[in-house]
């Protein structure tokens, strides 16, 4: 049975879908490997204090829905 052919939305090249293939279904293996190696290094990047900065966002954004959901009028 074969594979179906799609094409490329980034390098437009027609490649054939397959099971198990890395990365999006409308990106070719070389695109997707360079999406891949692009992301993961961003994620690397962070260091303690913009860790503990994110950490504290988010707690006072909790924090901040969390009120204005269980507020009380009277």
């Known amino acids: 049975m074969p594979f179906p052919i799609k094409t490329c939305i980034v390098c437009e090249e027609e490649f054939?879908?397959?099971?198990?293939?890395?990365?999006?279904?409308?990106?070719?293996?070389?695109c997707s490997a360079e999406e891949a190696t692009n992301s993961s290094t961003d994620d690397a990047v962070m260091d303690v204090e913009e860790r503990?900065?994110?950490?504290?966002m988010n707690s006072a954004?909790?924090?901040?829905?969390?009120?204005l959901l269980y507020r009380q009028e009277g």
């Open 52 to 56: 503990r900065t994110v950490i504290e």
């Open 61 to 67: 954004r909790r924090r901040a829905i969390r009120d």
């Open 16 to 30: 054939e879908l397959k099971p198990d293939k890395p990365g999006f279904a409308n990106r070719c293996p070389e």
